[in-house]
């Protein structure tokens, strides 16, 4: 009897060492196991902490609100704006939200104006060779401009309502014969299109010949073309990300917002336009003097191709 009891004791004894080693094995992985998804938790926690813009700068300069040297605008081209992120001249006015991978553009009322213009801007200009502005594309070769942006805020005027800021643009250009045929000092032409960011839509103006009949050389005299009455697009942006599209090709112009809603402009005064170059424009050109006014625009994705 005695034996039995012993045996039977020795049983549990052996059935309870089983146990605890089962249990602490299975506790260990089961730690293990916690650790590891832990590790790749923070790790993928890491890498949603960190997002960049999708744009490639090397085929673009920028204008800042801050005066150069020499009195004027600043204005950074490729090579140095790769280094925007470390570059001081640049910091205040062109930045990475790196929350949601978006390039900031924050401009404001200053002294640093460009030719022709009351207001101030932190706005790209295409480049197809880096460096030179000499170097541009009519509507006969056509180009094609995509961005996603958003307005991540914006002051008010004295009633109220959001200053207006002019997100994409596409500008016209002489080249230097055109320039030097109709005794201009300069390259500038009037910019085809203007697109707004306006009370929370987004709002196309473009340009319109007051002489229809007008040939040749009377086509290259900024006083031969006229604003038209600009066209609203129906849906409202407000705040949020959104998508726009600029296709340009002989004679029209299409821009298109969120994949679908199109404004096209073809006619008479797109195929005369044919006879300017032309370079895209996006950022913050803030339409604004007023004091303490301000813009922060939003680019997560901007491409060019031709």
Known sequence: MKSNNAFLKELVLLLIIVFISVNATCQDKVSSAAHRDSKIEKKDRKKRKYKLPDIDLSHWSVTTP???KKGS???IEPPEIL???KDERLIPYMYNDSTDGSLVFYSFPSDATTANTKYTRSELREQ???GDNNTNWTFAQGGYMKGELAMESVSRDADGKYHKVIIMQIHGRLTNEQRDLIGQKDNNAPPILKIYWENGKIRVKTKVLKNLNATGEQLLHEDAWDDDNGFNFEQEVGFRKFMLEVKVSDGKMVVILNGYEYKVYEDINMRKWGVFENYFKAGNY?????EGAFARVKYYELKVTH
């Not at 803030?286 to 007023?290: A, E, H, I, L, V």
Request: hydrophobic letters at 40%; charged letters at 20%.
């Open 128 to 130: 197809m060779v880096p």
């Open 83 to 85: 280094n925007y992120a």
């Open 66 to 68: 801050e005066l150069n």
């Open 286 to 290: 803030f339409q604004s003097r007023d």
């Open 73 to 75: 605008a600043m204005n």
